[in-house]
């Protein structure tokens, strides 16, 4: 299995406030890679940049002037044709994601999805189950704060 992890596609950063025909023109091969991602059955994880309307008072506003991603503005919305739906979306409020860090978080969000498919503990007499996925997303949500999906 392999992890997909798309970094920061948001309609800010391809056609708004930081946008550019320069990653306009990468679109189509994200989506084609993400499809490709998806119909092999491995993991897509997505990134997404995130603000709020003080962001021009915080320390990344300060350096960076422009106001781009802001909750929950069209900007920061991952673009419909490149997100797959209810795919992990890691949520970045500030400057400070290393590469290790979403190295970190692809792996232990890819051993949630292998664990969610594979290992199921049933409950009593009434065909419940429940997995032990949530042990890798409980680790990623105390070292990295929230993770959700759409």
Known sequence: ????????????????????LLTQNVV????????????????????????YKDYLETPEGKKLPVPHCIHPSHGWMIPEDLYILNAPIIMKKTFGFTVKDIAEIAILSALAIVLDRVVRIPLGATGGSINA?????FIIALRHGWFKTL
């Open 28 to 51: 189509d091969n994200v989506v084609a890679k993400v499809a490709e991602y998806k119909a092999n059955g491995d993991v897509i994880l997505y990134t997404r940049d995130t603000h």
């Open 133 to 137: 996925s949530m042990i890798p997303l």
């Open 1 to 20: 299995m392999k992890v997909l992890v798309v970094v920061d596609m948001q309609n800010d950063f391809i056609y708004g406030s930081l946008g550019s």
